[in-house]
């Protein structure tokens, strides 16, 4: 393996943190630049040490140059509702501005670049399982647009720079990741039904909670994400774990991990929350030779210590 420089957006986020470990891990040298909106300069703390990672404090819709890098993977938006509705703009602004800030830089040094996008490019799907021939059933000017969209066009503009500016680019579509570093107050299932059972508190379900998600544990989704930026593969590539299970259902299994006394709250459903959620990975496994092997009760059990260190 050719060891590279890598510059890695959103750094101190849940995913982008797992990332950069990985990289390191292989040898490679990382610049992770994150503006701390939503990331967490605990997930990277233990990097300090390594003399092959260096960090800057960045916002990436301002442009900048990091010198000669080998591959850019572009990870920075928030990405849960309570996150991306309270920076609503900056969320816009990140796709759009920050994307093609960081596409500029793949393009003047030559660099590959995979842009981190999202199963909310589906939003609420006519078309169960999704494939990534699904175009998607997605309200434009809803609350939660501000983050499809945003998503939506960063691929469109990602295409643009691999069609027309010939940029390596790869386009993961990621489904509902979950794992230790997830943000414990961040909005999303895992962490509130996780935080509320260690709590012995109510696990709040929204709508009557038989609505699916896809739950894939975070070390295989960077497996996945790693294998589609070493591919030849351009357009949009779903990575997750096809196994769908209700809001019920993973309540059910947060309680016996945890080994919780919680019962179950009720709570409306909000809007143009997506009622199913479970990705065809035909692709990923044909094409990168990648499927998860983490079940749901073996990543709630990795990542229990986590979510107790955070009570």
Known sequence: MRFMRVLVTGAAGFLGSHLTDRLLGEGHTVLGVDNLSTGDLGNI??????????????????????GKVDYVFNMASPASPPEYLKLAIETLRVGSVGTENTLEIAHKYGAGFLHASTSECYGDPLEHPQSESYWGNVNPVGPRSVYDEAKRYAESLTMAYYRYRNVNTHLVR??????????????????????????????????????????????????????????????????????????????EAVIEVTGSSSELKYEPLPQDDPMRRKPDITKAKQVLDWEPKVSLREGLQLSLEFFKSKL
């Open 45 to 66: 703390a233990h990097l300090k040490p390594d003399s092959r990672f260096s960090f800057e404090e960045r916002d990436i819709c301002q442009p900048f140059d990091p």
């Open 174 to 251: 990621i489904f509902n990741t979950y794992g230790p570093r997830l943000h414990p107050s961040d909005g999303r299932v895992i962490s509130n039904f996780m935080m509320q059972a260690l709590r012995n508190e109510p696990l709040t379900v929204y709508g009557d909670g038989k609505q699916t998600r896809s739950f894939c544990y975070a070390a295989d989704l960077i497996e996945g994400i790693l294998r589609l930026s070493r591919s030849d593969e351009h357009l949009p590539t779903n990575i997750g774990n096809p196994i769908e299970f209700t809001i019920l259902e993973c309540a």
